[in-house]
């Protein structure tokens, strides 16, 4: 007889099965970008079930693009730097790795972030800062999760996945843009000249 070296439960282990009633409420992204400036993507998602969600999960597949460059150590390439994921920062803060952006929702999931149990009629709001770094025109995937090992899967009241897609421009080079000495403003354009 064989035994498994590795030992431990299984991950799935305490997640639990069934379909758990969720929307989302609101996802909202800049339609118009821009190289360099923040940009913030944010969802709301209800548990609209009368049981309590285990751990909401929301995996967002397109904030990079794979290069067919050679010789590169990683083909997975940013569109978006993230600057901020979803959940708290650590308080007081630590220093953070690019890889495990801060934020406390940060998974071991590819993508994929986590902010806890979900009671039901409640909302969590996952948001992200993020920074443009290459040009064009792109849709956002996200999906929502009732769980994180597949178990508890979450479903729109029609029966289908909790899912959506965002269409976003993001142009070569910010705006132009100046500060208005007088007022401290950031304007739009070039500074005027004085004669």
Not at 20 to 41: C, D, G, N, W, Y
Not at 101 to 122: D, F, H, K
Request: net charge positive.
């Amino acid at each position: 007889m064989l035994l498994a070296g590795c030992g431990g439960t299984r991950q799935d282990a305490h997640e639990p099965s069934g379909n758990f009633a969720m929307e989302v409420l609101h996802a909202s992204f800049p339609a118009k970008q821009s190289i360099a400036r923040p940009a913030t993507f944010q969802l709301a998602v209800r548990n609209s079930g009368t049981q309590a969600v285990p751990n909401v999960a929301v995996t967002v597949d397109s904030f990079n693009y794979t290069s067919n460059y050679p010789y590169l150590a990683s083909s997975k390439r940013p569109i978006w730097a993230i600057e901020q994921g979803p959940g708290r920062n650590a308080n007081p803060p630590v220093e953070s790795q690019e890889v495990s952006q801060p934020g406390n929702g940060q998974t071991a999931y590819v993508n994929t972030w986590a902010l806890g149990r979900l009671p039901a009629g409640q909302t969590q709001t996952f948001t992200w800062k993020v920074v443009p770094v290459k040009a064009g025109t792109y849709t956002v995937h996200y999906s929502v999760a009732a769980g994180l090992s597949g178990k508890a899967k979450a479903t729109l009241a029609s029966g289908g996945p909790v899912q959506g897609q965002l269409a976003v421009s993001i142009a070569p080079a910010p705006p132009i843009t100046y500060v208005n000495p007088s007022t401290g403003r950031v304007l739009a354009g070039t500074a005027p000249t004085t004669p």
